[in-house]
């Protein structure tokens, strides 16, 4: 895929104001709607089905903080999320054994007041992690960072997991 950064018209960096994402997301899903090719030709209809999704991937990946820092650091030839770089910091393994432990006692219990002081803990974890992240970047600790998305990773995981063991 291009840059996603280029094709939505934003500045190549970790900070990105939501709102200017999400209309610029929107003035080009719009734009390239597959539905307004529908009177052209078969390859002109493809285009705009394929440009579609290049648009929703690009969002896709730069919506989320977590994909936005791998995108990043793809970019400067860092791969976070390759199988090679699995390691964490031993507290990191502590903290994240007691959650889990956490987690797996209140499904059993379906106890819904821990799931969700969980949930709000992992919130706050997943917020302090994207300033970390900003932090890195904006020193080009590549690194750094790409440590922090792989945390992140295992953060969004685990608050899925919270998610799903909640009652809807």
Do not use: C
């Not at 030839?77 to 209140?106: K, N, S, V, Y």
């Amino acid at each position: 895929m291009s840059n996603p950064f280029q094709l939505l018209g934003l500045p190549t960096q970790f900070d990105l104001d939501a709102d200017d994402l999400t209309q610029r997301y929107r003035q080009l899903a719009a734009q390239f709607h597959p539905d307004k090719f529908a009177a052209q030709s078969t390859f002109e209809q493809k285009q705009a089905v394929m440009m579609s999704a290049t648009i929703n991937e690009a969002y896709r990946q730069l919506s989320h903080p977590i994909n936005r820092a791998a995108t990043l650091l793809a970019q400067h030839g860092i791969h976070a999320d390759a199988p090679e770089h699995t390691q964490f910091a031993a507290d990191f393994l502590m903290q994240q054994m007691q959650w889990r432990e956490t987690l797996g006692d209140a499904r059993m219990e379906n106890d819904t007041a821990t799931l969700t002081s969980l949930k709000n803990e992992i919130a706050q974890e997943q917020a302090d992690l994207y300033e970390k992240l900003s932090t890195s970047f904006a020193a080009q600790q590549h690194d750094t960072a790409a440590q922090l998305v792989r945390q992140g990773r295992f953060l969004d995981k685990l608050q899925q997991e919270i998610q799903a063991a909640l009652p809807e």
